[in-house]
């Protein structure tokens, strides 16, 4: 009989916790407000209120799809034996932040800095 070693038992544990997230965020696709679902003529009042809910809806939409990318990447680090190293530093990402954020792609410094650049483009971007 095999031994599971510390980071087998981790990695089936960070398994179990994108597959959950991700059956979570797939049960929540598209069951958003569709307020294009509804039928019959709009009232010029409810037109504004309308196009809110589609903004919303819209955005929600983009926002869950984003986050089944990040959980899929994950798990195919996991499937190729890269799980919780840092894409940018090759360093290991710390275990606290992995059982915070499964889905991690960098460390807490390197997210930081990533972070700093952003700020700092549209900063620049925003002077021009």
């Given at each position: 009989?095999?031994?599971?070693?510390?980071?087998?038992?981790?990695?089936?544990?960070?398994?179990?916790?994108?597959?959950?997230?991700?059956?979570?965020?797939?049960?929540?696709?598209?069951?958003?407000?569709?307020?294009?679902?509804?039928?019959?003529?709009?009232?010029?009042?409810?037109?504004?209120?309308?196009?809110?809910?589609?903004?919303?809806?819209?955005?929600?939409?983009?926002?869950?799809?984003?986050?089944?990318?990040?959980?899929?990447?994950?798990?195919?680090?996991?499937d190729a034996g890269d799980y919780g190293t840092c894409l940018?530093?090759?360093?290991?990402?710390?275990?606290?932040?992995?059982?915070?954020?499964?889905?991690?792609?960098?460390?807490?410094?390197?997210?930081?800095?990533?972070?700093?650049?952003?700020?700092?483009?549209?900063?620049?971007?925003?002077?021009?």
């Open positions: 009989m095999k031994k599971i070693t510390k980071m087998e038992s981790a990695s089936h544990g960070y398994r179990a916790g994108l597959l959950e997230k991700r059956a979570s965020v797939l049960s929540g696709l598209g069951t958003k407000v569709d307020p294009l679902a509804r039928m019959g003529r709009i009232a010029e009042d409810d037109q504004a209120q309308i196009s809110h809910e589609e903004f919303v809806s819209s955005r929600m939409n983009g926002l869950d799809y984003h986050q089944l990318r990040l959980v899929e990447e994950a798990l195919d680090r996991l940018a530093c090759d360093e290991p990402i710390a275990e606290k932040r992995l059982r915070a954020l499964p889905w991690a792609r960098y460390c807490v410094t390197c997210q930081d800095n990533a972070g700093v650049e952003l700020d700092t483009y549209r900063e620049t971007v925003g002077r021009r």
